[in-house]
Structure formats: C-alpha cells, structure tokens
C-alpha cells in the first residue's frame, strides 16, 4: 500500500473510532475495564446483559437524548 493510502486508512479508522466513541459503541469495554480496576469480586456482566441493563436504566431515567 502506498504511503497516501495508509495515512488515508489510518485517519479514517481514527475517525471510525472517535465515531464509535461519541456514540457509544466502546462502552462495554470502557465498563470492563473499570470493573477490572475497580477489583469487583463477582464476574462482570456479559456484554448482552450489560446492553440490556444501560438500554432499561436510560428507558426508565431519560436524560439529553435528542430521540
């Protein structure tokens, strides 16, 4: 690959993930990364149980969504 592909690949994958980031799509692992820090004894959630329980609490407590 040429050198100006790669650094048009590479600003768009860093666009894809600062993307990713405002919408939300890192969240599970931003939420391991604190359980594990954290030093929580029980296992955390699976990533299904994790997007159901962020998924209810933002149902049951909206707050400065635009839909």
Same mark, same amino acid.
């Given at each position: 690959m040429s050198t100006g592909m790669a650094l048009v690949a590479n600003g768009f994958r860093g666009f894809a993930r600062y993307l990713g980031g405002v919408m939300g799509a890192d969240a599970y692992a931003k939420?391991?990364?604190h359980h =594990?820090?954290?030093g929580h004894q029980e296992p955390p959630l699976t990533e299904r149980e994790f997007w159901r329980d962020r @998924? $209810? =609490?933002q $149902? @049951?407590?909206p707050q400065g969504r635009c839909c």
């Open positions: 939420y391991l990364e =594990r820090a954290a @998924t $209810d =609490r $149902d @049951t407590n």
